[in-house]
């Protein structure tokens, strides 16, 4: 099932593990593989250890361009790409990890109608158990003695407590980057399912959250579903990940981002001022709440006619989910519709982009006046904590209270109820209409708390923590 790269180290100290790894390979029509390397925490809080030490990381192919790699034996030094059945691998991230472990976590179910655990939601689970089995032989393969090891997210749920079966002399922590859900709404879950779930986490020697408020979630769950001595001998750590400064500021004044900053501009038009979202395309962000947030701020403050551009930069993902293509034609209808109700000849009031596209994300951050994030629930939300450390002249930051960052921001963000329309609306306005040095006072706060612990910090304090045991 495995197959591995050349130079792969028989046997790690350290060993990270997630179902998207740090490259993925694109299959291009002539043929040739092109190799991308992903960004986000994880990658860099990696590189604290330096490209020499003894690590691997272990991964899943994903798509056909890494499957195609697998078969050509093409791969990187210090990662492992598990070759998995894309049936398999379906069920577990499209069917489980991302329409039930996420939708529990982050609260977005329909609930008259769903979920459904029924038969085939039973098949589905028996594949994620395949997947986290699959994942958890692979470390205990891959670990030396003692190893530390490192397992990412809710799609490996289940890895420590399967590996600590395998390799009880392994040090094992396991991070949620996502929230942890209410205990009543948890229980959705199948009883068996959830318990499964929880001992799965606990099998690790330290369980790790973003916040306290998560990591109190899940302890609450724990004691609720296994009982009181459910957590006797555990430990929950919270980490914080922080935004990586040094990179951001170096990254944003390269000549790309200069460009699309002149782009930008271009389309916003001279003098006005610009409320900024970037997200991926994803249920919990809230992007249509958010649009109609200003919609109705256009709508009660004909002032701001004019005089304020949205942009809105709302990029692919999980588009394999129905409900994730649809939720993108209604981000789009709705913008199209602000547009038609108050564009003028000289003005459109929504500047919506959908294609990726890091370093127009970066101007955008630089130009920005005002910062939206409004998620509906959030692990951290890193672009929160990003906006404030790379804007040139400092912004307004209209935060939702139910994302990670704001136990860390909220004292100088303008903080909102995501579900409360007329609330965002308000908010948004109190922001545009800030004065020039309270902004700029409240961004370098804002920078200051969103640094405190940087992606490499992060990693190595979770590392100590385990080394420590
Ligand atoms: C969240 C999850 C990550 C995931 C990312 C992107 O941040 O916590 O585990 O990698 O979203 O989602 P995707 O499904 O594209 O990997």
């Given at each position: 099932m495995v197959s591995e790269p050349p130079a792969t180290p028989v046997r790690a100290q350290i060993l990270v593990a997630s179902n998207r790894g740090p490259i993925s390979y694109a299959l291009g029509e002539d043929g040739a593989l092109d190799a991308r390397r992903g960004g986000g925490g994880m990658v860099s809080g990696l590189s604290a250890i330096g490209s020499g030490a003894d690590s691997l990381w272990v991964c899943s192919a994903l798509g056909d361009g890494d499957r195609e790699a697998l078969r050509r034996g093409v791969g990187e030094p210090g990662v492992l790409m598990l070759d998995m059945d894309p049936d398999i691998h379906s069920a577990a991230y499209n069917d489980i990890a991302n329409s039930v472990l996420w939708f529990i976590h982050h609260l977005l179910y329909q609930t008259p109608l769903e979920p459904v655990f029924d038969a085939d939601f039973r098949r589905r689970w028996s594949a994620y158990e395949s997947y986290n089995r699959a994942f958890a032989r692979a470390l205990a393969d891959h670990a030396a003695d003692g190893a530390a090891v490192l397992v990412q997210d809710?799609?490996?749920?289940?890895v420590p407590g399967l590996l600590r079966e395998l390799r009880p002399d392994l040090r094992i922590g396991h991070f949620s980057h996502t929230p942890w859900a209410p205990a009543d709404y948890f229980r959705l879950l199948p009883d068996d399912i959830a318990e499964q779930l929880l001992r799965g986490l606990l099998g690790a020697d330290r369980t790790c959250f973003l916040t306290r408020r998560w990591a109190d979630a899940f302890t609450d769950c724990a004691v609720r579903v296994l009982?009181?001595?459910?957590?006797?001998g555990r430990r929950i750590g919270v980490h914080g990940l922080g935004a990586d400064a040094g990179f951001l500021k170096e990254r944003s004044h390269r000549p790309d981002v200069a460009e699309r900053m002149t782009a930008l501009r271009e389309q916003i038009g001279p003098g006005r001022r610009t409320v900024v979202r970037v997200d991926r395309t994803e249920l919990s962000k809230n992007i249509v709440r958010g649009l109609l947030a200003y919609r109705q701020l256009l709508d009660t403050r004909p002032e701001w006619r004019e005089r304020v551009v949205h942009l809105a930069f709302a990029y692919p993902s999980r588009q394999d989910l129905a409900v994730y293509r649809e939720y993108t034609a209604e981000v789009r209808r709705v913008a199209d519709e602000i547009n038609e109700e108050y564009g003028t000849d000289g003005w459109t009031p929504v500047v919506l982009h959908v294609k990726d596209d890091f370093a127009r994300s970066l101007a955008a951050y630089r130009l920005a006046d005002v910062a939206l994030v409004n998620p509906i629930r959030d692990g951290m939300n890193l672009v929160a904590k990003e906006i404030p450390v790379v804007s040139d002249e400092g912004c307004a930051l209209v935060l939702s209270?139910?994302?990670?960052a704001y136990e860390e921001l909220a004292a100088d963000a303008l903080t909102?109820?995501?579900?409360?329309i007329t609330g965002t609306a308000d908010a948004l306005h109190r922001a545009l209409s800030m004065p020039a040095d309270e902004r700029l006072r409240r961004t370098e706060r804002l920078a200051a708390a969103a640094t405190a612990l940087p992606p490499q910090r992060w990693f190595l304090d979770q590392l100590e923590a385990l080394r420590a045991l």
């Open positions: 809710y799609h490996l749920a289940l009982g009181e001595d459910a957590l006797t209270r139910e994302a990670g909102v109820n995501p579900y409360d």
